[in-house]
């Protein structure tokens, strides 16, 4: 810790450096850090970082565990679709979706579209670590949850690297240096953000 914080002027300053152009819709495993590194990255950009999942559960008032077991996986996929094309058409910002949106080719097609996908590419090892002591998956609700994780991310991988970008995840990594890497994977394409002259 150097001792330094950041004052709302500081981070105003960092934040009026960069221009983005179009909605950065983070894509990937559960336990990828679409959630925790989206926040940090829309913070860094100053714009606003939008939830799917989060949104899904507003609108229903219910978790998404709680609508995959009372409504089932098929209607809680159409609302994702619902609420995905709805958020790409606001103000440019962060989006984080939840591991099984970009497997629906009319969201990639819609993401494409209207924003640019961004895939964290986390290995099974990692995400294994991350998801194993939450109750919040319901996908991993079997008998072997490790099993079916690696399942899902055998069949997942090959939708994922259809991303427009990629970043790779480092375990050692923080939150923070992670969305720093996420900008540098930005800012190859100039069509979604510029870095604006100081």
């Known amino acids: 810790m150097s001792g330094f914080e950041q004052t709302p002027a500081d981070m105003a300053l960092n934040a009026a450096s960069y221009h983005l152009k179009k909605t950065v819709v983070m894509v990937g495993m559960m336990g990828a850090g679409k959630t925790a590194v989206g926040r940090a990255l829309a913070a860094k950009l100053n714009v606003n970082f939008l939830d799917s999942d989060h949104e899904i559960e507003t609108a229903a008032n219910l978790s998404v565990p709680e609508i995959f077991e009372r409504d089932g996986e098929a209607f809680f996929r159409k609302r994702e679709s619902e609420v995905i094309a709805r958020l790409l058409v606001e103000k440019p910002g962060v989006l984080s979706t939840g591991g099984g949106a970009f497997l629906a080719p009319v969201n990639r097609e819609n993401i494409s579209n209207m924003g640019v ?58 939150i923070d240096s992670m969305a720093t890497k996420v900008i540098e994977t930005l800012l190859n394409r100039p069509d979604v953000l510029e870095k604006n002259d100081a």
């Open 117 to 174: 996908s961004l895939w964290l590419d986390a290995d099974i090892d990692l995400l294994w670590n991350r998801v194993r002591h939450k109750s919040s998956r319901p996908l991993l609700r079997t008998p072997n949850p490790r099993k079916t994780l690696a399942e899902l991310y055998e069949s997942r991988v090959p939708i994922y690297q259809k991303a427009d970008l990629t970043t790779r995840c480092c375990p050692h990594l923080s």
